[in-house]
């Protein structure tokens, strides 16, 4: 590892294709004999730093069609979290059933799971039938595994029935030394960009592409109003620049006046901070108290001068959703991705059918979105969020902050990268950008 690490750092990527890869690397797990860690906790409490471990693992044999990556540098989504708390349910189960599908998908049925949905990194090995790329290559991954072998996937590859998010449904995930991904993950890494910076708008950058932008998802345009819940997270730090990159207005919904600071920063100028505001859109744990909905738009068509969203763009879930509803615009929109709060939402169908509104799911996204969304960034148009870097070896401290909402826009990991603000093949480029890239930094 130490050869390929400083082949990469030397900027002699055509020896990497020569070097030597090792049969073991570190990686952060969660254990099966830990699932029932956890039991009776209630989620907040549940540790990440306890379930997941930094450990020597084996490298898998590569398979047609898949990529072996130097990882230089990951980042923490949503997903780890949901992993390492065993909640809703353990990961292990979707590596079981995977494993079920052949010999070659048998490898991802392990006792340990390596978890990490993101990285930027050099690619080492490809395995046979890999045309477009070769070891050398500067790549970062998006999240997509697809087997592609029904028809049902060819006009949309989210619908492969056999569709899957790498290192939360898969093994060999990013937060790792190496990773092991399908070639037709692989994209282009941007050339104006740290490691560290490549690595973090990966998975929510194309979810929220795909949600707010895509056909496949609410298909915004310009002139759209578009209310954003949580929009200086991971999804909502994407959503609201998609917004304001497209020519639609975001509300930016956010829970405190730091946050609030950000979204003015990435060029929003509505905002609701919703801690301040107080709402209480639950009265008790079954009863949801419409008044608050009310106040809700109210306050929408106060900042918007009568507009309601053309958009609701939704992943709190059973906390918001009652709300999203009731404050879409008639014929408008409410685009979900998730369900943080809950997954068993409730909302009154009477707004929904009598205004005609359209509720739509939303999941990742396919190759081609996670492409467009990745050039974005790759243009200087979309901008990562970073605002912390932790080393590998502290990814559980990391995932705590994300699972305690402690954290702004995206936190990053280093994996092999020794140190931050590496890997930058294109300074002239950066400088235009400075201010947007590090607009996150140390919030
Ligand atoms: N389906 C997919 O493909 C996909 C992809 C990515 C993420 N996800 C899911 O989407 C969710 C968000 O991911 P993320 O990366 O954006 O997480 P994140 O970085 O934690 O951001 C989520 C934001 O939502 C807001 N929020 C949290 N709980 C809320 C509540 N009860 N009511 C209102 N706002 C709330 C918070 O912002 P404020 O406190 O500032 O309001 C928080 O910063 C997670 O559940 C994740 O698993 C799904």
């Not at 909640?87 to 599908?101: D, I, M």
């Not at 738009?297 to 309601?308: A, F, M, V, W, Y």
């Not at 369900?339 to 396919?366: C, P, Q």
């Amino acid at each position: 590892m130490k050869e390929i690490l400083e082949a990469i750092l030397a900027d002699e990527l055509d020896a990497v294709a020569g070097l030597d890869v090792p049969d073991h690397y570190q990686g952060i797990t969660v254990h099966e004999d830990e699932v029932e860690m956890f039991a009776g906790l209630p989620t907040r409490e549940k540790d990440p730093r306890k379930s997941l471990h930094l450990d020597e693992v084996r490298t898998p044999e590569l398979g047609p069609g898949e990529a072996l990556v130097a990882v230089m540098a990951s980042a923490i989504n949503y997903n780890t979290v949901w992993t390492s708390i065993f909640e809703p349910v353990s990961t292990f189960g979707f590596l079981k059933r995977y494993g079920r599908l052949s010999s070659l998908t048998k490898r991802h049925d392990l006792p340990y799971h390596v978890v990490g949905s993101d990285l930027a990194g050099v690619v080492v090995r490809t395995g046979p039938g890999v045309q477009a790329w070769k070891p050398g290559d500067e790549v970062v991954a998006h999240c997509l595994s697809v087997e592609l072998e029904s028809p049902d996937g060819h006009n949309d590859t989210m619908m492969d029935p056999e569709q899957r998010i790498w290192g939360f449904e898969t093994n060999f995930g990013g937060l790792a030394e190496l990773a092991m991904v399908k070639s037709n993950q692989l994209m282009p890494k941007p050339k104006h960009l740290t490691w560290e910076e490549a690595a973090s708008p990966g998975l929510v950058n194309s979810t929220a592409y795909r949600q707010l932008v895509s056909r496949n998802g609410a298909g915004m345009k310009q002139g759209d109003t578009v209310l954003i819940w949580g929009a200086s997270g991971g999804l909502g730090s994407y959503a609201t620049q998609f917004a304001l990159n497209g020519g639609a207005t975001p509300i930016c919904v956010v829970s405190s006046p730091e946050k609030a600071e950000i979204c003015r920063k990435m060029g929003a100028e509505l905002i609701i901070d919703r801690a301040a505001e107080g709402y209480r859109f639950w009265k008790d744990e079954n009863t949801q108290d419409p008044k608050e909905w009310k106040r809700l738009g109210s306050r929408i068509r106060e900042l918007t001068g009568g507009d309601d969203p053309d958009i609701v763009f939704e992943h709190p879930g059973r906390e918001t959703f009652g709300a999203s509803v009731y404050v879409a615009r008639k014929g408008g929109t409410i685009v979900t991705c998730a369900s943080t709060s809950g997954y068993e939402h409730v909302y009154d169908n009477r707004y929904l059918w009598m205004n005609l509104k359209r509720i739509i799911g939303s999941h990742f996204a396919n190759y081609r979105e996670s492409w467009e969304a990745n050039k974005l960034v790759a243009k200087g148009k979309i901008h990562p969020t970073v605002s912390r870097v932790y080393p590998l070896a502290e990814t559980g401290q990391a995932a705590l902050e994300v699972h305690s909402n402690l954290h702004q826009g995206k936190v990053g990991v280093l994996c092999l990268a020794p140190e931050e603000g590496l890997g930058v093949r294109d300074p002239e480029m950066r400088a235009q950008h400075l201010t947007e890239i590090n607009r996150f930094r140390g919030l």
